[in-house]
């Protein structure tokens, strides 16, 4: 798979999360005028990234204590969002990481 497919599948399940949580995809000039920043998103991208943890462990908590009105699918997809939620805040995290290397490297 070539990375402009693979760029465009991320943007799609990026919209369909969005459009999944009740959530407005917020335009890069909403974010300007908003006053939004970097470190902003990155800082509410963690907040959901806990959120969706919390959530999914409420919820295995609510199936093993018997609640007739969690189903062992919704569970499991919580759980499976959570992880993948949470690899791919690793994943921004290495990059990071790597990028302040590289700055920090550079001869001035």
Known sequence: MSAP???????QMQALSTQASGQAA?????????????????????GRINQMQ???????MSFQAGDPNVALNDVMIDM???????????????????AYKE????QV
Do not use: H, W, Y
Not at 27 to 46: I, K, M, R, V
Not at 54 to 60: D, E, I, L, R
Not at 80 to 98: C, I, Y
Not at 103 to 106: D, E, H, N, R, V
């Open 80 to 98: 499976q969002k959570a992880s993948v939620s949470f690899d791919m805040g690793v994943q921004v995290r290495n990059r990071l990481v790597t």
């Open 54 to 60: 919390q959530v999914a462990n409420q919820q295995a």
């Open 5 to 11: 497919a693979i760029q465009a599948a991320l943007q």
């Open 26 to 46: 917020a335009s890069p000039q909403a974010l300007t005028e908003n006053g939004g920043s970097f470190a902003g998103e990155l800082q509410a991208s963690l």
């Open 103 to 106: 700055i920090m490297g550079l």
